[in-house]
């Protein structure tokens, strides 16, 4: 009785070591899998009367979406070749005629374009009612909000952000999302059925956006060969892709004969003639994608 009453008091003492002992271990630490940085995507989508060229550029400092601006008009594939780009976008609007810029530029906190410098837009009688309104319209920004990089579509008199820095900017209009704003931008008047971009009609046009992550999405749409030049897309139903995409804040950039694109060494233009060729337009300015 007293060696069965040895072995448990032994096996007892034992256990209680390997508690103690099993106590003492470090506790395994899981692993998390980093997932890599996301590349920049382009897509294509074909609708019954247009094609949207759809570039994302995802939320990190790896690349970068700034404006650029010419002295004198180029196109989309000159700028690429200049800024060495993954990607250009037709930008901000001008007047063919003087080739000065009627859209909001700043580069590296440095303002490069006024509209208010270009005198067939300040003189221009019929426009005069609406330049308040003209020179306060959207633009894509830029900001550096300490080591951080954030995307935003404000209008040109709104200020920048608490603890951020104004770095580029580009204007055009209206903004898509999260409401239309023809009107509020001067782009229409409903009193004089006034409808400067022809929203309600199917044309090319070029719209930049940024989702609730701070991606950016540029987009180009084109007028389709086979529909002919009555084709493209209208403001509105702009406003219903960009939202379809994941955007929240979406603003358009000038469209028409304008809307090109540069994507890894291929080029597409977004207006098409009677005869359904691609129309090739030289630029002002341009939003420029680059890798850091």
């Known amino acids: 009785m007293r060696k069965i009453w040895l072995l448990g008091l032994t096996l007892a003492s034992f256990g209680t070591a390997l508690w103690f002992n099993m106590r003492s271990l470090p506790t395994p630490i899981p692993t998390v899998a980093v997932s890599p940085p996301k590349p920049i995507r382009y897509e294509q989508r074909n609708f019954p009367e247009s094609i949207a060229n ?23 594939e000159e700028f690429a070749e200049k800024y060495e780009a993954i990607a250009i976008f037709n930008a901000g609007f001008f007047d063919p005629a003087n080739q000065k810029t009627t859209s909001y530029v700043i580069i590296q906190g440095k303002l490069v374009a006024d509209p208010k410098q270009n005198d067939r837009l300040v003189n221009n009688p019929n426009l005069k009612p609406y330049l308040g309104k003209i020179f306060n319209r959207a633009e894509f920004r830029r900001y550096e909000c300490g080591q951080n990089i954030k995307y935003d579509i404000a209008l040109h008199n709104e200020s920048t952000p608490a603890d951020c820095q104004l770095v580029d900017s580009i204007g055009a209009g209206p903004r898509l999302l999260p409401k239309l704003t023809l009107v509020e931008e001067a782009f229409a ?104």
Not at 65 to 72: C, D, G, I, Q
Not at 244 to 264: C, E, P, W
């Open 54 to 76: 759809i570039v994302f550029v995802p939320a990190n400092r790896r690349f970068l979406v700034t404006p650029a601006l010419s002295e004198k008009v180029g196109t989309v």
């Open 189 to 292: 008047d409903n009193a004089s059925k006034r409808d400067a971009l022809g929203s309600s009609q199917r044309n090319a046009r070029t719209a930049v956006g940024i989702t609730d992550d701070g991606s950016v999405v540029l987009v180009m749409v084109a007028q389709k060969p086979s529909v002919g030049a009555n084709s493209g897309i209208s403001l509105p139903a702009l406003a219903d892709l960009m939202k379809n995409l994941g955007v929240k804040k979406a603003m358009n950039l000038d469209g028409g004969s304008s809307s090109s694109l540069y994507y890894k060494g291929k080029t597409f233009y977004g207006k098409i003639d009677l005869q359904g060729n691609s129309i090739k337009r030289p630029v002002k300015s341009v939003l420029v994608v680059q890798e850091k």
